[in-house]
């Protein structure tokens, strides 16, 4: 899915204690339920902040969510000691985002590095990223 100009996807990873009631109550759509528990969501941008801060109350340390958009990727982390790290991509911290995407989810730094490729192959994530950033289409056997 490709969103609109003034939305974001985010794939809600170790929030399980935040109810699809109150993301819709947000005005969040779920557009997806993997089996894991994680959601795929359609935040509009009205709703980015609060959306965001209940991410920040629920998610489980040792987590990180994101939400994708034309001109942003921000960034939530949550470490395993508890600490917040909120990060809007830029080419000044695309290597410490990078990291923090490596010690949590376990991939390698060669892998995280370039952001929107990392994103792309996950299927979620690939149409935006190839609409918004121009990264080429996954190569077969690399999604995640």
């Given at each position: ?53 209940r ?10 969510n ?11 982390f ?67």
């Amino acid at each position: 899915m490709i969103p609109g100009p003034d939305q974001y996807l985010s794939l809600l990873m170790g929030a399980a204690t935040l109810s699809d009631a109150e993301l819709e109550a947000l005005g969040v759509e779920i557009l997806e339920r993997f089996r894991s528990g994680v959601r795929g969501l359609l935040v509009p941008a009205e709703s980015v902040e609060p959306y965001k801060q209940r991410v920040r109350e629920r998610m489980t340390p040792g987590f990180w969510n994101d939400l994708v958009g034309s001109e942003d990727i921000f960034f939530l982390f949550k470490l395993a000691d508890g600490t917040l790290e909120e990060l809007t991509l830029s080419e000044e911290n695309r290597e410490t985002i990078a990291a923090l995407c490596s010690a949590l989810n376990g991939d390698p730094l060669e892998r995280t590095r370039d952001i929107p490729a990392y994103f792309a192959a996950n299927p979620f994530y690939r149409e935006a990223m190839v609409a918004y950033y121009g990264v080429a289409a996954e190569r077969p056997g690399t999604s995640s």
